[in-house]
């Protein structure tokens, strides 16, 4: 069984930057696909960000591309996702998540086997 815990998450204004972490325990972090999605209340779970087990892969959402960066360390079992240029469409809360298949990056949230409670983000206007 695998744990995910968010953390990072706050209240910021247009343009400022967050760094959000999720860190893993239980399982092997090293073996699994891991993303980044964000809900908004009344929408439907968005991917935001996804990168496969080595690192040596990324793959962005287009609304968030150049201004998001994911990235992991596999020795602290951690997966962070850089936040810059944050706009107020930017405010949702955000999840990891872990994929265990070895399937490629997917940005199907179905495919996602483990979760993270959430962290809510919000950029004030």
């Known amino acids: 069984q695998v744990q995910l815990v968010e953390s990072g998450g706050g209240l910021v204004q247009i343009g400022d930057s967050l760094r959000l972490s999720c860190a893993a325990s239980g399982g092997t972090f090293s073996t699994y696909n891991m993303g980044w999605f964000r809900r908004v209340p009344g929408k439907e779970r968005e991917f935001v960000a996804g990168?496969?087990?080595?690192?040596?892969?990324?793959f962005y959402a287009d609304s968030v591309k150049g201004r998001f960066a994911i990235s992991r360390d596999n020795a602290k079992k951690t997966v962070f996702l850089q936040m810059n240029s944050l706009e107020p469409e930017d405010t949702a809360i955000y999840y990891c998540?872990?994929?265990?298949?070895?399937?490629?990056?997917?940005?199907?949230?179905?495919?996602?086997?483990?979760w993270g409670q959430g962290t809510q983000v919000t950029v004030s206007s």
């Open positions: 998540a872990a994929d265990t298949g070895p399937r490629s990056i997917s940005r199907n949230p179905k495919e996602y086997e483990y």
């Open positions: 990168i496969t087990r080595s690192g040596g892969s990324t």
